[in-house]
């Protein structure tokens, strides 16, 4: 998984790849831990995969989240900054 660009302003790009068909939930938390936005939670082809975020659209504050995303159980986070 790869999120670009991190720091980010307005947007940022989060990409992962399957090698198989899969379960996949894709979700961004607050420092606190909890969910501000499910991007997917469902079965995915084997492909390539990109979705935006952006904790402002959204109406929440600029700061620290974690992308997760989770790939037949298995868990897989990055810290991401969104700035003014």
Not at 19 to 36: F, P, S, Y
Not at 67 to 75: A, P, T
């Amino acid at each position: 998984m790869t999120v670009v660009p991190n720091p980010y302003s307005g947007r940022t790009n989060i990409t992962f790849s399957l090698d198989a068909d899969d379960e996949v939930v894709i979700e961004v938390l607050n420092t606190m831990g909890q969910r501000v936005a499910l991007l997917h939670d469902g079965n995915q082809s084997k492909g390539d995969y990109k979705y935006e975020f952006s904790a402002k659209a959204l109406g929440f504050a600029t700061g620290i989240y974690t992308v997760r995303v989770i790939v037949g159980g298995k868990f897989y986070s990055k810290r991401i900054i969104e700035l003014e």
